[in-house]
C-alpha cells in the first residue's frame, strides 16, 4: 500500500472518530454552512453595504418569501442611515473573518519558526530573540495590540499587525516547550544515534509527533484573533466606518440598543459568538479525535 492511500484511509478514520462527538460534528458542519453562507451571499447576490435608503431607517427585520419577488429586501432590516443590515452583516464577517485568518496564519508561522529554531540549535542569538519574545507573554496579546495599533493608527490592516505580533509570543513558547519536551524523548535520541540530521529528525520524527498539537493551537488562536479583531474594532481601533466589521458595527451603533433597534447589534453579536464557540468545540473535538486516532 502507497503512502497516498495510507493517509487517505487514516482521514477517513479521523472523520469517522470526528463523526461520533455529534457537537465537534455539527459545529464543523455550522462552519462551512457560515462560511458558505458569506460567499455565496457576497459572489451571487447583489448586496452594498454602503448604499443608503433614506426612505427605510430603522426597518425591523422581515423575512419573507413569494415566488414572484423572492426574498423580501431587507430580511435582516435596516440601521440608522437606510444600510442593508444583512449586507454589512456579511462583508463584516467576512472581514472579520479573513484578517483573523491572516492574523493566526502569520503568527503562527513566525512563531514556528523562532520556537523550533531556538529549540533545536544552541546558536546564542536564537536564544536570546526567544527569551526576549517570551517574555512579553506576560503581557495580555490585547495590551499588545492595543500599544501596537497606537503607534500604527487604527485601520484593519494596522489591526491584524498588532494580533499578530501580540500572539507571536504564545506561539513562540508553546512550540518551544513541546520541541524540548520531545527532544528528551529516546526515540529522537535514537534517530541522533543513527546519524541522522537535525532537518531530517526534524521532518521524519519531531514534528509527525507534535503535528496535532500545533492544529489545536491553531484553532485556539484563529478564535483569539476573532476576539481580539472584534474588540479592536468595538474600540474604534480596526475598521474604520463606514467599512463593515463586526465588533465596529455593535460600537457604532450601541446606543441603538437604548430605542429598541436591537436586531442592529444583536446580530453582529449572535455573530461573533456563534462563530468562536464552533471553534472552540471542533477544536476540542479535532483534538480528542486525533487523540484516538493515535491510540
Not at 137 to 152: E, K, W
Not at 181 to 190: L, Q, S, T, V
Amino acid at each position: 500500500m502507497n503512502l497516498g492511500k495510507l493517509n487517505i484511509f487514516r482521514s477517513l478514520d479521523f472523520f469517522r472518530i470526528l463523526r461520533r462527538n455529534w457537537m465537534a460534528w455539527y459545529a464543523m458542519w455550522f462552519l462551512v454552512l457560515y462560511l458558505l453562507v458569506i460567499v455565496i451571499s457576497i459572489y451571487c447576490f447583489n448586496l452594498n453595504p454602503y448604499d443608503q435608503q433614506t426612505m427605510d431607517f430603522f426597518r425591523p427585520p422581515h423575512l419573507s418569501f413569494s415566488f414572484s419577488k423572492g426574498f423580501s429586501k431587507f430580511i435582516l432590516g435596516t440601521d440608522d442611515l437606510g444600510r442593508d443590515v444583512y449586507a454589512r452583516l456579511v462583508y463584516g464577517s467576512r472581514n472579520t473573518i479573513l484578517y483573523a485568518m491572516c492574523a493566526a496564519v502569520l503568527s503562527s508561522a513566525a512563531g514556528m519558526i523562532i520556537g523550533f529554531t531556538s529549540a533545536l540549535s544552541k546558536n546564542r542569538l536564537m536564544q536570546l530573540i526567544r527569551i526576549m519574545v517570551s517574555s512579553v507573554r506576560s503581557y495580555t496579546p490585547i495590551i499588545i495590540a492595543f500599544a501596537i495599533i497606537t503607534i500604527l493608527g487604527p485601520s484593519m490592516k494596522n489591526a491584524t499587525v498588532a494580533i499578530t505580533v501580540s500572539l507571536i509570543p504564545r506561539f513562540c513558547s508553546i512550540c518551544y516547550e513541546i520541541t524540548s519536551e520531545e527532544m528528551r524523548k529516546e526515540y529522537i535520541k535514537a534517530v541522533l544515534l543513527d546519524g541522522a540530521g537535525t532537518l531530517s529528525m526534524f521532518r521524519l520524527s519531531l514534528f509527525p509527533n507534535i503535528r496535532d498539537v500545533l492544529i489545536i493551537q491553531f484553532t485556539k488562536h484563529f478564535s483569539m484573533a476573532i476576539l481580539d479583531l472584534a474588540a479592536l474594532g468595538f474600540l474604534g481601533l480596526s475598521a474604520v466606518n463606514p467599512e463593515p466589521e463586526l465588533g465596529t458595527m455593535i460600537a457604532e451603533n450601541m446606543d441603538m440598543l437604548y430605542t429598541g433597534n436591537y436586531w442592529i447589534i444583536a446580530f453582529p453579536g449572535v455573530a461573533i459568538i456563534t462563530f468562536v464557540i464552533a471553534i472552540n468545540i471542533l477544536s476540542d473535538g479535532i483534538r480528542n479525535a486525533l487523540h484516538k486516532e493515535n491510540m
